[in-house]
Nanobody, 127 residues
């Protein structure tokens, strides 16, 4: 099993940047993919990005493509989400999730694909 903890959220002005971290613990010796999700007040959960274990396979939702970048450091069991050019509509609780998966298998941004979830971190974009 995996336990996930997100950090790095906060209040930022429009146009600003934040970097979220997702640290995994538990049975990290097996390969796993990680997805990032967000849920704004009154809205459903949106899958915004994912990365496979190799780090070479990534996917992004259209809403964040070109502004957000996902990366990982497997030695630190950490996945990052660099968020640039933030907009008020990016305000949400951001969560990471993981699933055991082959090293280079394509990842998916659908929440159904993930077995382990973090508790989330709040991101607020406001002037």
């Amino acid at each position: 099993q995996l336990q996930l903890v997100e950090s790095g959220g906060g209040l930022v002005q429009p146009g600003g940047s934040l970097r979220l971290s997702c640290v995994a613990s538990g049975s990290t010796e097996e390969d796993y993919a990680v997805g990032w999700f967000r849920q704004a007040p009154g809205k459903g959960r949106e899958g915004i990005s994912c990365i496979n274990y190799s780090g070479a396979g990534t996917n992004y939702a259209d809403s964040v493509k070109g502004r957000f970048t996902v990366s990982r450091d497997n030695a630190k069991n950490t996945v990052y989400l660099q968020m640039d050019s933030l907009k008020p509509e990016d305000t949400a609780v951001y969560s990471c999730a993981a699933v055991y998966s082959d090293y280079s298998r394509d990842c998916h941004t659908g929440p159904y694909a993930y077995d382990y979830w973090g508790q989330g971190t709040q991101v607020t974009v406001s002037s």
